[in-house]
């Protein structure tokens, strides 16, 4: 739909753009939220972090790259119809202000909305509007029926493919995101209200309460007089300081500061804290350099980087290249041209440790800290007896009849094996959880059609199984996430100090989506199958509804409990070895080594593969349930 026919009398009264944006974006008196975009303007230190955050993301350059002949390359050409539409969405606004919003909305609400006003088959405007007025209608036979965009004005409704919607993950609603507010609402109030108490004590002369004393008994309207009179003269900044004249024996008392009044400033700042907390933001980034070196500011500028600004750009990323991109042709990816900047601290440690330990050369070490190379730099430590040559060189010899090492010390297998196991299991229990609760949900579908059915001498199998479309878009939603989450870990254990590769890559995208498109998608069929042939086997012997009900709760009580642990074991492992391959890979490793736990739950078909060598292009399948571990091993 064309959003110019939902406010067509902007358009023909031709309104200032201040008088457009009040029409299109009129304030609903029934918002479903909190009103979290009030606080943005009334609390500072939120207004203070959102806008770091916005203008960051904002301010990063961005590229298109098209796929050809497997390799990446850019789209230079200014004219082309997607480059021209992120630089200027629609007449109001250009991408500064697209980026810029839709970071602030994800940041307070937790979620944003674009519409994308199609000519055609293409998208030729952006408008990203309020998410406090969006209702997500879910839907039977996918996931979201529709978006409605409600305001005080009227309402109208988008198709799913008019809409990107961008969030942040509620694990109790995979419709709607979860602001961060959402935890820190007290937090934001004390800060409010604590800035209020600041600006009273202010306004009545800068001075803690006291009190007029006065001889003898006083009428009420003595005390509203006096009371007048000390307010109108006295209170007030304005006032502040006057002198003051007290008749008829009045006296002024002046009550001190109690602790709790002196320890006011701190617990504010721990509520600073808190709220600076909830977004990861350093306080050196919004200016505040009290007790900071130039040491400290480099780091607080890398972990905003990296751990601020680099997930936001990546969930941008995906979503664009998944939603927007495919409308002007295939094998497209936005990118943005983001590279955090170098922790000084962390590369001095990096070097020395790294060099120290065997796992990088003397020049990469030096390059590390700025320093040029060394002509006899080219080499590796010995100390632990982990040597092998020059990544460069390495790649392009053949690896027949070469010795090779392992890119992590044997020795330390153990301790290395137990970190990626605490990985893993925190991954895992994340799996189990969204599972349970999705079985739930099919079971409680389920069993609702069964109790709809009075007899069962006309019920199939299939009049009584769940929606298979929605639940397949439902179990992808979930996985993503989770699988996203677990190929970074395995990007991380790839061994390498500074990995080439992000889950943003497109080949990390590409396995990602055909991942939850194949074996994610294949849970429901199983599920399926299992009912048609239990519900089958019970109407053929005819048993009532009730007995009917106790062989889908059977099925389920399994998929709830082993099926789950099992699929997410299998999911997490398997997404957090495609990291490490996928990074080995990037730079240019050949062999994998097969290790196993080694203890006496390892199966048959694993225990004869350990310690046994594999191309990375050629590494056996893994089944069900499989604990084993891939180590890179390089020429010594």
Not at 57 to 70: H, P
Not at 432 to 449: M, P, T, Y
Not at 515 to 521: S, V
Not at 574 to 585: C, V, Y
Request: net charge neutral.
């Amino acid at each position: 739909m064309n959003i110019k026919s939902f406010f067509p009398s902007v358009w023909k009264q031709k309104k200032t753009n201040t008088e457009y944006w009040t029409f299109l974006n009129p304030i609903s008196p029934h918002r479903g939220l909190p009103d979290y975009i009030s606080l943005y303007k009334e609390v500072g230190w939120l207004f203070a972090v959102v806008s770091k955050i916005a203008e960051g993301i904002s301010q990063t350059g961005w590229m298109i790259l098209q796929q050809k002949n497997k390799e990446w390359v850019e789209i230079s050409d200014e004219n082309n119809p997607v480059i021209k539409l992120l630089d200027k969405p629609n007449p109001y606004c250009d991408n500064f202000d697209l980026f810029f919003l839709t970071s602030c909305y994800l940041d307070l609400i937790g979620e944003a909305f674009w519409y994308l006003n199609f000519v055609g088959k293409k998208p030729v405007e952006i408008w990203v509007l309020y998410p406090q007025f969006m209702k997500v209608n879910p839907g039977r036979s996918q996931l979201v029926e529709s978006y409605e965009y409600i305001t005080n004005k009227g309402s109208v409704k988008f198709s799913p493919q008019e809409i990107i919607h961008f969030k942040r993950h509620d694990p109790a609603n995979h419709l709607r995101g979860v602001s961060p507010l959402a935890a820190g609402i007290d937090d934001i109030d004390s800060e409010r209200y604590s800035a209020r108490w600041n600006r009273n004590f202010f306004h009545n002369s800068a001075l803690p309460p006291a009190i007029i004393e006065a001889p003898g008994k006083m009428t009420d309207e003595s005390v509203r007089r006096i009371r007048y009179q000390w307010e109108g003269e006295y209170g007030g900044v304005e006032n502040a300081h006057r002198l003051a004249v007290l008749d008829g024996g009045a006296k002024f008392n002046l009550v001190t500061l109690t602790r709790r009044d002196m320890e006011f400033i701190e617990g504010r700042k721990l509520t600073r804290e808190n709220i600076l907390g909830l977004y990861g933001v350093p306080l050196a980034i919004l200016g505040v350099t009290e007790g900071f070196n130039r040491a400290n500011m480099e780091t607080a500028e890398y972990v905003f980087a990296k751990y601020v600004l680099r997930p936001r750009l990546s969930l941008l990323e995906i979503k664009i290249s998944e939603f927007l991109l495919p409308h002007f042709g295939e094998n497209l990816y936005f990118q943005f041209d983001f590279s955090a900047p170098r922790d000084r601290n962390t590369d001095l440690a990096v070097a020395e440790k790294g060099f120290v330990s065997g796992i990088i050369t003397r020049n990469e070490a030096r390059e590390l800290l700025g320093f040029g190379a060394t002509k006899d730099g080219d080499v590796y430590s010995t100390s632990f007896n982990v040597l092998y040559e020059p990544q460069e060189k390495s790649v392009k010899k053949s690896f027949v009849n070469r010795k090779l090492a392992h890119i992590f010390p044997v020795n330390d297998m153990p301790i290395i094996w137990e970190g990626w196991r605490e990985k893993w299991d925190r991954t895992e229990g994340k799996w189990i959880r969204e599972l349970k609760k999705f079985f739930q949900s099919q079971q409680d579908d389920v069993i609702q059609k069964l109790k709809t059915k009075k007899g069962i001498i006309k019920i199939m199998p299939d009049e009584v199984l769940f929606e298979r479309a929605f639940y397949d878009e439902l179990i992808m939603s979930i996985a993503k996430p989770l699988l996203i989450e677990a190929l970074g870990e395995g990007i991380e254990a790839s061994g390498l100090l500074t990995p080439a590769f992000q889950v943003s890559d497109p080949l990390a995208i590409q396995w990602i989506k055909e991942r939850a498109g194949t074996k994610i998608k294949g849970i429901n069929t199983t599920t399926l199958q299992q009912l048609r042939e239990t519900l089958a086997e019970g109407i053929m012997q005819g048993e009532s509804i009730p007995k009917l009900t106790d062989r889908v709760s059977e099925v389920f009580k399994v998929a709830k409990g082993a099926r789950a642990e099992a699929i997410a074991r299998t999911e997490t492992l398997e997404a957090f070895r495609n990291g490490q391959i996928l990074t080995w890979k990037k730079v240019g490793y050949k062999l994998v080594e097969w290790w196993t736990a080694e203890d006496e739950r390892v199966c048959p078909e694993c225990m004869p593969r350990h310690g046994k060598r594999y191309p990375l292009n050629g590494i056996p399948e893994r089944h069900v349930n499989c604990r084993c571990a891939l180590i890179a091993v390089v020429e010594e």
